[in-house]
């Protein structure tokens, strides 16, 4: 069982930015694949980013590329979301989550799911 605690959300206006985190209860270095997803309201959960074990690969999604970076420090079973130049539209719950099989970007491809962080981006 993995738990995951995100941080790092909160009000910022248009064209902030913010660092979310993600701590792992347990050892993740090298062993799971980790991202992070979305939800605003009324819509269904979207994948934002993902990075492999040994950050070899990262998925974006095309909403996030040029302005979010994922990146992971294993020893500190930690994984981060930089976002830059943050629009309104990126107002969301975001979740952090751990996949025990191959990198993906779907939702079923994860196992284990934070509680989430809100994002507020205020125009």
């Known amino acids: 069982q993995v738990q995951l605690t995100e941080s790092g959300g909160g009000l910022v206006q248009t064209g902030g930015s913010l660092r979310l985190s993600c701590a792992a209860s347990?050892?993740?270095?090298?062993?799971?694949?980790m991202g992070w997803f979305r939800q605003a309201p009324g819509k269904e959960r979207e994948f934002v980013a993902a990075?492999?074990?040994?950050?070899?690969?990262?998925y974006y999604a095309d909403s996030a590329k040029g302005r979010f970076t994922i990146s992971r420090d294993n020893a500190k079973n930690t994984v981060y979301l930089q976002m830059n130049n943050l629009k309104p539209e990126d107002t969301a719950v975001y979740y952090c989550?751990?996949?025990?099989?191959?990198?993906?970007?779907?939702?079923?491809?994860?196992?284990?799911w934070g509680q989430g962080t809100q994002v507020t981006v205020s125009s």
């Open positions: 347990q050892r993740t270095s090298s062993r799971y694949v």
């Open positions: 990075t492999s074990e040994n950050s070899i690969t990262t």
């Open positions: 989550a751990v996949a025990l099989g191959r990198i993906g970007r779907g939702s079923d491809d994860y196992d284990y």
